[in-house]
């Protein structure tokens, strides 16, 4: 028996391995993990499959070291998935593996974590009752009584509650009226009483549509505009999948969206919800991925890795925000955890839902195509209205850091109603650049083709591409001037000025700076929802999925910058952002208003998006990329390669383009390159383009393929560092 390992490193194909006499061929079943020795040590490796022959000599087989376990940790199904996002991708099957699996079971620990210690009043303990503890002893009493409906509690909940707790837990289990036992890994959690909410026309329509294809695959776009109840349809959707004993896979863009869901979730469902992102310490991941591969518990709430959580039985799967660029993995194995998400759902036969208000004009085409379904929300859930959106012409006015004195006025009257303000500047820090006012002299970074941006709280000029930081200068480097001139707005020197104009209202700014402390991010948004802060400024964090019922007014800060972009999707995902943060504002019973402030009022992009809303400018963006031939009309392969040398890039590059060009294929496919980056230089490095499209996937995945085991073969691979970006999403 040959034996088909997958392992971390650049092999496109498993590596085959064979047995030890001695070890019981019977366990070795794809799914399970192995041992095996690799050059001079030893690696964790996946059995992805199990053949008869192997195009290496037999003899020079290494064999197995160690079966690490006894059951399979991927189903069939699962294990297939795996391997065509690896062949899609042309990612090496080890690293789509190793993605798949949490770090601890990478490193090769048992898959099985123990349970959390829990105690429960014993059977002796239910003979002892309250009065026989001390009428004075308040604690005890209160204690006990929690005791006394035979819930297991974990340390977790009795902190929650109660002060001093375990020397009488360790009291009365010592008098046998308490038990140690181990439950979940899981802490559990007070539910709550389920909040009730009584679905609309529209909601109900979405909700029946999806529970019709429950037992088979189906794909729907539920497009609803902001605040039409979005979240309420998923959860009638999974209580439906629930009742039939199956599960639901729920994908959301942002770790901080992430804790309030799952409190909502589990509310709503009074199940335990298991969370999975990268806010996590490894034992909370292994415990949530053991949990819903068990079917302890039936709903994942997660990031976009996610995805790949093998299931005891899924029955759904729902994407949130599915145009989010945060779902298209940027490093490493660069999937779209969208596109996995339908390709899951498809080889499991499940229904999936994409949701999104402004989504991406790839799942426009696929609902033209007839490949998705459309489910519309048209209305505010409730009362509420879609907030009036204009446009405010600011050429020639003298801001006021930034603000114009219509924005500023509106913030006045609506502050005065009592009501809160949102201020978007999608840009943190105090000023883009520093710059010296006699010499010109601008503060740069050293290994980036970019400014440093001056923090004025630390006094630091940061790089946000490369993290390089300094203590700003006090004087010039070039000039010894000592006067600097800040250009640029950015979150910080905002929240500066508006507290000096309204020093009686409390201002809450949130970006990365702010919310770096694990949890602050949450603490926040609840202050923001809560009504506590006046005025919120951030960005585009802010952006997504949030509810903050007092906003009336949002006003947006020098947007102009991403109206020109070498990115053809700029337009597409500024649009998406502008109705994103417009939908922050008017959701509850009182009506919202949205302020652009722009250079370029007559701009086609801004006045299509202000006066017929965001389908209608979809339309267009689709025309035009369709004339142009641009996804999704077309296909797009990305090659990056950077290196220290930029000679050494260029020659790998332009290497693969002469691979490339040697191959015929049945379909005319291009190549484009190599060219620079738009951002040549980062972190060091000199960063260069090829780029392959076509108007058939088919051929030019096959283009690829055809040459992909040369390009691992070049010597010049070797000098430089690069990868494969199928579909890409950002052209940086």
Same mark, same amino acid.
């Given at each position: 028996?040959?034996?088909?390992?997958?392992?971390?490193?650049?092999?496109?194909?498993?590596?085959?391995?064979?047995?030890?006499?001695?070890?019981? +061929?019977?366990?070795?079943?794809?799914?399970?993990?192995?041992?095996?020795?690799?050059?001079?040590? +030893?690696?964790?490796?996946?059995?992805?499959?199990?053949?008869?022959?192997?195009?290496?000599?037999?003899?020079?087989?290494?064999?197995?070291?160690?079966?690490?376990?006894?059951?399979?940790?991927?189903?069939? =199904?699962?294990?297939?998935?795996?391997?065509?996002?690896?062949?899609?991708? #042309?990612?090496?099957?080890?690293?789509?593996?190793?993605?798949?699996?949490?770090?601890?079971?990478?490193?090769?620990?048992?898959?099985?974590?123990?349970?959390?210690?829990?105690?429960?009043?014993?059977?002796?303990?239910?003979?002892?009752?309250?009065?026989? @503890?001390?009428?004075?002893?308040?604690?005890?009493?209160?204690?006990?009584?929690?005791?006394? =409906?035979?819930?297991?509690?974990?340390?977790?909940?009795?902190?929650?509650?109660?002060?001093?707790?375990?020397?009488?837990?360790?009291?009365?289990?010592?008098?046998?009226?308490?038990?140690?036992?181990?439950?979940?890994?899981?802490?559990?959690?007070?539910? /709550?009483?389920?909040?009730?909410?009584?679905?609309?026309?529209?909601?109900?329509?979405?909700?029946?549509?999806?529970?019709?294809?429950?037992?088979?695959?189906?794909?729907?776009? !539920?497009?609803?505009?902001?605040?039409?109840?979005?979240?309420?349809?998923?959860?009638?959707?999974?209580?439906?999948?629930?009742?039939?004993?199956?599960?639901?896979?729920?994908?959301?863009?942002?770790?901080?969206? +992430?804790?309030?869901?799952?409190?909502?979730?589990?509310?709503?469902?009074?199940?335990?919800?298991?969370?999975?992102?990268?806010? @996590?310490?490894?034992?909370?991941?292994?415990?949530?991925?053991?949990?819903?591969?068990?079917?302890?518990?039936?709903?994942? $709430?997660?990031?976009?890795?996610?995805?790949?959580?093998?299931?005891?039985?899924? /029955?759904?799967?729902?994407?949130?925000?599915?145009?989010?660029?945060?779902?298209?993995?940027?490093?490493?194995?660069?999937?779209?955890?969208?596109?996995?998400?339908?390709?899951?759902?498809?080889?499991?036969?499940?229904?999936?839902? @994409?949701?999104?208000?402004?989504?991406?004009?790839?799942? @426009?085409?696929?609902?033209?195509? /007839?490949?998705?379904?459309?489910?519309?929300?048209?209305?505010?859930?409730?009362?509420?209205?879609?907030?009036?959106?204009?446009?405010?012409?600011?050429?020639?006015?003298? !801001?006021?850091?930034?603000?114009?004195?219509? $924005?500023?006025?509106?913030?006045?009257? #609506?502050?005065?109603?009592? =009501?809160?303000?949102?201020?978007? $500047?999608?840009?943190?820090?105090?000023?883009?650049?520093?710059?010296?006012?006699?010499?010109?002299?601008?503060?740069?970074?050293?290994?980036?083709?970019?400014?440093?941006?001056? #923090?004025?709280?630390?006094?630091?000029?940061?790089?946000?591409?490369?993290?390089?930081?300094?203590?700003?200068?006090? #004087?010039?480097?070039?000039?010894?001037?000592?006067?600097?001139?800040?250009?640029?707005?950015?979150?910080?020197?905002?929240?500066?000025?508006?507290?000096?104009?309204?020093?009686?209202?409390?201002?809450?700014?949130?970006?990365?700076?702010?919310?770096?402390?694990?949890?602050?991010?949450?603490?926040?948004?609840?202050?923001?929802?809560?009504?506590?802060?006046?005025?919120?400024?951030? +960005?585009?964090?802010?952006?997504?999925?949030?509810?903050?019922?007092?906003?009336?007014?949002?006003?947006?800060?020098?947007?102009?910058?991403?109206?020109?972009?070498?990115?053809?999707?700029?337009?597409?995902?500024?649009?998406? !952002?502008?109705?994103?943060?417009?939908?922050?504002?008017?959701?509850?019973?009182?009506?919202?208003?949205?302020?652009?402030?722009?250079?370029?009022?007559?701009?086609?992009?801004?006045?299509?998006?202000?006066?017929?809303?965001?389908?209608?400018?979809?339309?267009?963006?689709?025309?035009?990329?369709?004339?142009?031939?641009?996804?999704?009309?077309?296909?797009?392969?990305?090659?990056?390669?950077?290196?220290?040398?930029?000679?050494?890039?260029?020659?790998?590059?332009?290497?693969?383009?002469?691979?490339?060009?040697?191959?015929?294929?049945?379909?005319?496919?291009?190549?484009?390159?190599?060219?620079?980056?738009?951002?040549?230089?980062?972190?060091?490095?000199?960063?260069?383009?090829?780029?392959?499209?076509?108007?058939?996937?088919?051929?030019?995945?096959?283009?690829?393929?055809?040459?992909?085991?040369?390009?691992?073969?070049?010597?010049?691979?070797?000098?430089?560092?690069?990868?494969?970006?199928?579909?890409?999403?950002?052209? =940086?």
């Amino acid at each position: 028996m040959i034996i088909q390992v997958a392992l971390p490193g650049p092999f496109l194909i498993a590596l085959d391995y064979g047995v030890e006499p001695s070890m019981n +061929t019977s366990d070795i079943k794809p799914g399970v993990r192995v041992r095996v020795p690799f050059r001079r040590q +030893t690696k964790i490796g996946l059995v992805v499959g199990l053949k008869a022959d192997s195009d290496c000599d037999p003899k020079k087989l290494k064999n197995l070291l160690e079966l690490v376990d006894d059951q399979p940790l991927f189903s069939e =199904n699962e294990l297939q998935f795996l391997r065509w996002a690896a062949q899609y991708y #042309h990612e090496p099957i080890g690293e789509v593996v190793m993605a798949a699996l949490p770090k601890r079971l990478r490193a090769g620990e048992p898959s099985k974590l123990p349970g959390l210690v829990q105690w429960r009043r014993s059977i002796k303990g239910r003979n002892i009752e309250l009065e026989q @503890l001390a009428k004075n002893a308040h604690k005890q009493r209160a204690l006990w009584q929690a005791f006394s =409906n035979d819930q297991a509690w974990s340390s977790s909940q009795l902190n929650q509650q109660f002060e001093h707790w375990r020397p009488l837990v360790k009291r009365w289990i010592e008098q046998g009226w308490i038990d140690e036992l181990e439950g979940s890994c899981l802490a559990t959690t007070v539910f /709550g009483t389920k909040p009730s909410h009584l679905l609309n026309p529209e909601q109900q329509t979405a909700v029946d549509e999806v529970v019709a294809k429950q037992d088979q695959f189906a794909a729907f776009l !539920l497009q609803g505009v902001t605040g039409s109840g979005k979240t309420e349809v998923y959860l009638a959707m999974i209580e439906s999948v629930l009742a039939q004993g199956k599960q639901a896979l729920v994908l959301v863009p942002e770790i901080g969206l +992430t804790p309030q869901t799952a409190q909502r979730f589990e509310a709503y469902l009074q199940q335990p919800v298991a969370a999975l992102h990268s806010g @996590l310490n490894d034992q909370e991941r292994h415990c949530a991925w053991q949990l819903i591969r068990n079917g302890e518990v039936k709903v994942l $709430l997660g990031t976009r890795s996610a995805l790949f959580t093998p299931f005891a039985n899924l /029955g759904l799967c729902i994407i949130d925000e599915e145009h989010d660029l945060s779902f298209k993995q940027q490093e490493g194995f660069r999937y779209s955890a969208r596109d996995l998400l339908v390709r899951r759902a498809q080889l499991s036969g499940v229904p999936v839902v @994409l949701g999104s208000a402004t989504p991406s004009l790839e799942s @426009l085409y696929n609902v033209e195509q /007839g490949r998705y379904q459309r489910l519309s929300l048209k209305q505010r859930a409730g009362s509420a209205q879609m907030p009036s959106i204009r446009l405010l012409d600011i050429r020639g006015e003298r !801001l006021m850091e930034g603000v114009s004195a219509l $924005l500023k006025a509106a913030m006045e009257t #609506h502050l005065a109603a009592g =009501n809160q303000v949102l201020l978007f $500047l999608n840009r943190r820090g105090y000023a883009p650049v520093l710059m010296c006012h006699d010499c010109g002299w601008q503060a740069s970074c050293p290994s980036c083709d970019a400014n440093l941006t001056y #923090h004025q709280a630390r006094h630091e000029l940061r790089c946000h591409h490369c993290g390089f930081s300094q203590k700003a200068p006090t #004087h010039c480097p070039d000039c010894q001037g000592k006067e600097f001139v800040n250009i640029g707005q950015g979150t910080e020197r905002l929240e500066g000025v508006i507290k000096s104009w309204f020093a009686d209202k409390s201002v809450l700014r949130i970006d990365r700076d702010t919310t770096r402390r694990k949890g602050s991010l949450a603490d926040k948004v609840e202050q923001a929802r809560s009504g506590e802060a006046d005025i919120l400024i951030g +960005t585009q964090m802010l952006a997504k999925g949030h509810h903050f019922p007092k906003v009336t007014l949002v006003g947006l800060i020098d947007l102009d910058q991403g109206l020109f972009s070498v990115d053809f999707r700029a337009s597409e995902r500024m649009a998406q !952002l502008i109705i994103q943060v417009a939908g922050r504002a008017g959701r509850a019973e009182r009506k919202g208003e949205v302020l652009i402030q722009t250079h370029h009022p007559e701009h086609p992009l801004l006045r299509t998006l202000v006066a017929q809303g965001y389908q209608a400018f979809a339309r267009q963006a689709l025309a035009e990329r369709k004339a142009t031939q641009l996804p999704p009309y077309g296909f797009q392969i990305l090659i990056r390669a950077e290196s220290f040398d930029p000679q050494h890039a260029l020659d790998f590059l332009a290497q693969i383009k002469s691979l490339l060009l040697a191959i015929a294929v049945a379909t005319p496919c291009e190549v484009w390159g190599p060219v620079s980056a738009p951002m040549e230089r980062r972190q060091g490095r000199y960063r260069y383009h090829l780029l392959l499209q076509s108007d058939q996937r088919r051929s030019l995945q096959a283009w690829l393929s055809a040459v992909e085991a040369d390009i691992y073969a070049l010597p010049s691979a070797s000098k430089v560092r690069w990868h494969l970006d199928i579909d890409p999403q950002m052209l =940086n």
